[in-house]
């Protein structure tokens, strides 16, 4: 019977496209090859491999317990990956990694502008003098505009046959915007696993703020995976980098 980290695995995209712009974006700013990269929110580790296949050294960090289980399991195949439990309020390193990268929208879980601007700071402690943070989240400017209802997604886990159905739920006062995941198997008919996501609602103004007043410089912005050069956003994602100043 797969878990929550099968299927958050079987659901998800092959990571080559995200690893590529990674090194891409390493190369871009001249980072020091091979990097230390903390991957902010590493969920069951999909990303832990790749990296390591590119000689980096790789920490991953991970609230979602069972998550963590899966990503550590990931890492006992390589010297060079570690998995920590915890999010981006208990990053405490100093000057230890030359990339801090949050994919796949983990910053956006984040609620507040108080957390957003706290976990900038210690991303910023955290990193080496010239090292980067890129962020990788929904843009809901452009979502709310072009809002359309969830289709259900059907894959295959483990062998198993299981359709996505999600709902949503939008707090304009509080701004967050909830994702509901319910995961019904064909063998059943019913729905045997659920995990519910809350996201703050944030715009590039205020994170560029933040990033300012943590201390980054150099910000770029870019819609896609695809991207080789900073864009204007104007799609549903909302990437960007920054460095911190070289010391």
Known sequence: MPDLADLYIASDSDPAHIVEFLRALATAYELPQPLHVLDAGCGPGRLLAPLDRLRWQVTGLEPHPDFVASARAVAQSSRRVSVLQGGFLHIAQADEFDLVAAVNSSFAHLLTPAERADALRRIHHALKPGGVVFLDLPNFLWILKNHRPPQPYTFEAKG????????????????????????????????????????????????????????????????????????????????????????
């Open 160 to 247: 198993e046959t299981v359709t996505l159905n999600r709902s949503q739920h939008i707090d304009f006062h509080a701004a967050t915007f909830t994702t509901i995941d319910e995961y019904v198997f064909a063998h059943s008919g019913q729905p045997e696993a659920r995990m519910v996501h809350s996201y703050g609602m944030t715009t590039l103004p205020e994170l560029q703020y933040h990033l300012d007043e943590a201390g980054f410089e150099e910000l770029r912005t870019f819609n896609s995976y695809a991207a080789r050069s900073p864009e204007r956003l104007d799609g549903p994602r909302m990437m960007l980098a920054a460095r911190k100043p070289p010391a």
